[in-house]
């Protein structure tokens, strides 16, 4: 044990509580729509944000102070790791996720890069066999050292895609030894900041392969898990390969990956991306792609992934209302890709994010299995709708040509009256809920 989170008891449920360190919703065994609350929400901690983050902004280097600091040494891995597992014993959530820089020292060559990762990971592993933690998802960080500067797997220069290749095939191996559900690519750097200096189609292409090199080991080692895509607009690179859910499927299908790649999406990536959560969520349900989902929310302000900690309930409620309308996860989950501020110094800060987070999800999830048991919106949609399910329309969208309806508009007068969309009726049915 160490003394990080002393003083500091196992969140609780606890409906009438005015503690700010107490669950006021999130009722693991609470069933809704036939599953319990723990199993539809899936909750996963992310170790980034949470112990590699050291409250850094552009403007001045760290502000916390942890006991695992400086994170250069194994000694120091295993202590962060202590202080983790002690946190997810304190919130129950069942899952965390990693990148492989978070959790042990790169060192400097490859060979030690992967002796220190394979060190934790045994580590790790007795730990979750001790606690019941799972891992939800692993990924490799091919962003933050100077050699992905210009690209992982879309460098100009070989040697880099190959040290990728070695790196994410380690970290699939990792993901794959600790039982993880699903192995999330999120492309760091693989985009472009200027076309002065870039050949964008060769690193597509070069993108491209390396998907299906991934898809191909996963199919090796017969890993069960969900290989999942995370789009993001920009940041860090100005123009980056994975725009939005749109432009992964399209990538996905140029390459030849449907069925094996699905995707995870974050709500402040939408917001990057112009879109809104749900619609994002939306459209990778439209595509049968939705995987899982990286829960925080951006400023809106500001114009950059803030990685806040969700705190709006109704925007979580539409989010998972397009979640569960879809049939709900299977291998994804809920992970709080989210940090601190950066002046919340304190252990109990940590803890206090994650039990707003969850507590705004659970509500979020309530109102959302609400609304569909209610059939309110789904109501007005079909209403909405109900014109094409007649065998005219249904014929036309089917078997008719430009000709062919012209004549019909011809002889039949068609003269379309438009109807109110009800947009402000459907707000307030939502708030119903919320
Ligand atoms: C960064 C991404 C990152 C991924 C995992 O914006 O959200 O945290 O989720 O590499
Ligand atoms: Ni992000
Ligand atoms: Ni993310």
Redesign the pocket.
């Known amino acids: 044990m160490t003394n990080f989170f002393d003083g500091i008891d196992k969140v609780a449920y606890d409906p009438d509580s005015t503690s700010d360190l107490a669950f006021r919703h999130y009722n693991p065994d609470e069933i809704l729509l036939g599953k319990r609350m723990e199993d539809h929400l899936r909750f996963a901690v992310?170790y980034?944000?949470s112990f590699a983050w050291e409250g850094g902004d552009p403007f001045g280097g760290r502000t916390f102070d942890r006991p695992w600091y400086p994170q250069d040494s194994m000694e120091m891995a295993r202590l962060k790791a202590d202080v983790a597992f002690e946190m997810f014993d304190i919130l129950g959530q069942p899952f965390f996720?990693f990148?492989d820089a978070d959790v042990a020292p790169g060192g400097d060559s490859f060979p030690e890069y992967k002796r220190n990762l394979e060190e934790i990971v045994d580590y790790f592993g007795e730990k979750m066999e001790a606690t019941g933690t799972r891992l939800l998802w692993g990924?490799a960080?091919m962003?933050t050292h100077r050699r992905f500067m210009s690209g992982a797997a879309t460098n100009p220069d070989p040697d880099v895609f190959a040290w990728c290749a070695a790196t994410v095939k380690s970290c699939m191996d990792a993901t794959q030894k600790l039982g993880g559900e699903n192995y999330?690519l999120?492309g760091?750097r693989e985009g472009y900041e200027t076309l002065l200096n870039t050949d964008l189609v060769r690193e597509r292409q070069q993108a491209g392969r390396f998907l299906q090199m991934v898809v191909d080991y996963k199919h090796k080692i017969g890993f069960k898990g969900q290989i999942l895509i995370?789009p993001?607009p920009q940041?860090p690179s100005k123009h980056q390969y994975d725009f939005d859910v749109n432009t992964v499927y399209s990538f996905i299908k140029e390459f030849g990956l449907e069925g094996q790649v699905a995707m995870?999406i974050?709500q402040?990536?939408a917001i990057l991306a112009g879109h809104s959560f749900e619609h994002e969520l939306a459209m990778a349900a439209a595509f049968g792609l939705l995987g899982s989902i990286?829960m925080?929310r951006n400023d809106y302000q500001s114009g950059w992934?803030t990685?806040q900690f969700p705190n709006n309930v109704p925007e979580v409620a539409l989010a998972y209302y397009e979640i569960l309308k879809a049939g709900g996860f299977t291998t994804g989950g809920t992970?709080f890709?989210a940090k601190l501020r950066r002046q919340s110094l304190d252990a109990e800060d940590l803890i206090a994010g994650h039990v707003g987070a969850m507590d705004v999800c659970a509500r979020g999830l309530k109102a959302a299995a609400a609304m569909l048991e209610d059939g309110g919106l789904e109501a007005a949609r079909s209403a909405r709708y109900a014109g094409w399910d007649g065998d005219v329309a249904r014929d036309m969208l089917a078997n008719g040509s430009l000709e062919s309806i012209t004549e019909r508009v011809l002889a039949e007068g068609i003269n379309p009256e438009p109807r109110s969309g009800q947009q402000e009726r459907l707000e307030n049915y939502v708030n119903r809920f919320v």
């Open positions: 992310a980034w944000h996720c990148h990924t960080n962003f999330v999120w760091g995370e993001k940041e995870n974050e402040g990536h990286d925080n992934d990685d992970n890709d």
